[in-house]
């Protein structure tokens, strides 16, 4: 017969570590960092809900509105939108040269992002599509328009801060076909939503798709070697760009109009 003491002590134990172990999350949830991945890197953020003195133009009521100036698109710690006319050029964004990270798991870096509708409309939240990060000068992102005007948003923690933005240039898919060997950066633009890719010969194929608010984390579309064919698609029809990278043979494109 077991003694009643024996089963108090049990109990009060037992609920001694319920409660305790309750505690601790609670205590863990206002104290350790938000840890995000991002990229090839790891956020650690303040255990606040946010990271140091970001804003998240996006969630304001009166965001600010950013223009594009010879080439250059300026900010404070606000952050804010831009235009991004359907009729637009294709975009690459980086940091200029004099702006050096230290490395790419600090704070330091802008945030841009891409939602549907056009100026002087409230943007569609929901819609909002991370396209990447800028570091430093040797980031880039692509930011492609889609069929109609969008948006591009950018978040930052520096009081002042600049993004380069210069056309693409880019080889145009005539007739929804390309064909070819070697590297290229080809752009098509219409209501397509997936495009097939055929390689033969011996070497590897990569090719990367970057295509209006689509969420972009730099792993390929399409990465394989010697004969194949296979397929990618994207999210919102108007122009995509198609990063190609081959070692050898001959790769084509054709896009499902």
Do not use: C
């Amino acid at each position: 017969m077991s003694d009643p003491a024996v089963g108090r002590i049990r109990t009060f134990s037992r609920y001694t570590w319920i409660f305790g172990a309750v505690g601790v999350m609670i205590a863990a949830f206002f104290v350790v960092p938000n840890i995000t991945l991002m990229g090839d890197g790891v956020l650690i953020g303040d255990g606040g809900g946010g990271y140091g003195e970001r804003v998240n133009p996006y969630y304001e009521d009166n965001p600010l509105e950013l223009t594009l100036e010879d080439g250059v698109i300026a900010g404070d710690r606000q952050g804010g939108w831009m235009t991004f006319d359907k009729d637009s050029d294709p975009l690459l964004l980086r940091r200029p040269e004099s702006h050096d990270a230290t490395d790419h798991y600090g704070n330091d870096y802008i945030s841009v992002y891409q939602t549907p509708g056009a100026a002087g409309e409230y943007p569609e939240r929901d819609g909002l599509a991370s396209l990447s990060a800028l570091w430093d000068s040797e980031d880039v992102v692509y930011a492609t328009p889609a069929l109609t005007d969008s948006r591009l948003w950018f978040a930052a923690i520096d009081n002042e801060w600049q993004v380069l933005a210069e056309p693409v240039r880019s080889t145009p898919v005539i007739d929804g076909a390309a064909e070819g060997s070697g590297d290229e950066m080809l752009s098509y633009r219409g209501d397509a939503l997936s495009a097939r890719f055929t390689h033969t010969g011996s070497g590897y194929l990569r090719v990367t798709a970057f295509s209006p608010e689509f969420e972009y984390r730099g792993d390929p579309h399409v990465n394989d070697v010697d004969d194949f064919t296979t397929r990618t698609s994207w999210p919102v029809p108007g122009t995509v760009l198609f990063r190609i990278e081959s070692s050898g043979g001959e790769w084509s494109v054709t896009v499902d109009e």
